[in-house]
Nanobody, 113 residues
Framework: QVQLVESGGGLVQAGGYLKLSCATS????????MAWSRQAPGKQREFVAS???????TDADSGKGRFTISRDVDKRTIDLQMNSLKPEDTADYYC???????WGQGTLVTVSS
């Protein structure tokens, strides 16, 4: 059974940083394409970054140079390091198993100006 549990969200000032983690369960950790998406109030959910089983990553333009997705094998987490945060990064952030279209419950990130 797949479970995805996000953590690490919170309130931060513009220019600050946060690290989100997605704890995974089941056997898919090393084989799945995993991703982070976000949904701001009143907006559609949008792609943030993904990481494939071979470690290759894809980043949305909105986070390039600021956000880094990674896979922690020891902790079995998919992490999103977010630096130089902007108020427009405020959103619910969701962990996503792309291959089976399975989503976590999300963690809220609020960036104050």
């Amino acid at each position: 059974q797949v479970q995805l549990v996000e953590s690490g969200g919170g309130l931060v000032q513009a220019g600050g940083y946060l690290k989100l983690s997605c704890a995974t369960s089941g056997r898919r950790f090393n084989v799945a394409t995993m991703a982070w998406s976000r949904q701001a109030p009143g907006k559609q959910r949008e792609f943030v970054a993904s990481i494939q089983s071979d470690g290759s990553t894809t980043d949305a333009d909105s986070g390039k140079g600021r956000f880094t997705i990674s896979r922690d094998v020891d902790k079995r987490t998919i992490d999103l390091q977010m630096n130089s945060l902007k108020p427009e990064d405020t959103a619910d952030y969701y962990c996503w198993d792309v291959d089976i279209n399975y989503w976590g419950q999300g963690t809220l990130v609020t960036v104050s100006s």
